[in-house]
């Protein structure tokens, strides 16, 4: 199956950090993509794991753990900008590229 | 580096009238996709293509969605009727199709049916 979970909504304030779950049924895919989605914008791409462990760009940190169907996206030092929309993706990338979206997880951040 | 481009932004029609909408992707990029997208959800897949053949079309309402890339660049996404559970964004996004590569999202285009 392709269920992805997401919590639906979370409020941190600007300066901290956030960490944004994602869970999905472990058969069919081979990576976790997440995309940042402003209101009324196209999502746009942040980071993606294909292995086990901890990727890291900037503030931007993703981790996947297989086994378990479980990743998470990390903010740090959250500014008002990164109030948005964050979408997680499982993707099916052995040959055609599929990306199977969660519902996302809109993030507030307060001053 | 242009991006993905979509057109038009908005559009509004009343419920069992047409509308197309248009797509043309990154420059040589392989992978062409067209999600759904309604308010508060995540975005869904409509339909694959590999340069001008479909990869999946599984979750196209075929009764009434249609779209084609017949040159394998541009693309065109057609409702006929529109129905009112229709009214979402509709999202253009292109791939180079290799293996682990991410997807590029246009801006999309609203649609509401009245």
């Known amino acids: 199956g392709q269920n992805i979970d997401q919590p639906t909504e979370m409020t941190a304030t600007e300066g901290a950090i956030v960490q944004i779950n994602c869970t999905y049924q472990?058969?069919?895919?081979?990576?976790l993509f997440w995309y940042q989605q402003h209101a009324g914008e196209a999502p746009t791409f942040l980071s993606y794991?294909?292995?086990?462990g901890l990727e890291e760009k900037g503030r931007f940190s993703s981790f996947l753990s297989r086994s378990k169907g479980y990743s998470y996206l990390l903010l740090k030092e959250l500014q008002m900008k990164d109030s948005a929309s964050y979408l997680c993706?499982?993707?099916?990338?052995?040959?055609?590229?599929?990306?199977?979206f969660g519902s996302g997880t809109k993030l507030n951040v307060k001053p | 580096e242009a991006g993905v481009a979509q057109s038009p932004r908005y559009k509004i029609i009343e419920k069992r009238q047409s509308v197309a909408f248009w797509c043309n992707p990154i420059?040589?990029?392989?992978?062409l996709y067209w999600y759904q997208q309604i308010l508060g959800q995540g975005p869904k897949l409509l339909i694959q293509?590999?340069?001008?053949?479909?990869?999946?079309d599984s979750q196209l309402p075929k009764d009434r969605f249609s779209a084609e890339r017949l040159k394998g660049v541009d693309s065109t996404l057609k409702i006929q009727p529109a129905k009112l559970e229709d009214s979402a964004v509709y999202l253009c996004?292109?791939?180079?199709?290799?293996?682990?590569?991410?997807?590029?999202f246009g801006q999309g285009t609203r649609l509401t049916v009245v």
């Open positions: 420059s040589g990029h392989a992978t």
């Open positions: 293509f590999q340069n001008n053949g479909v990869v999946d």
């Open positions: 993706a499982g993707g099916r990338t052995y040959n055609f590229n599929k990306f199977y």
């Open positions: 794991n294909v292995l086990d």
């Open positions: 472990t058969s069919g895919f081979n990576g």
């Open positions: 996004a292109s791939s180079v199709g290799i293996k682990n590569t991410e997807a590029f």
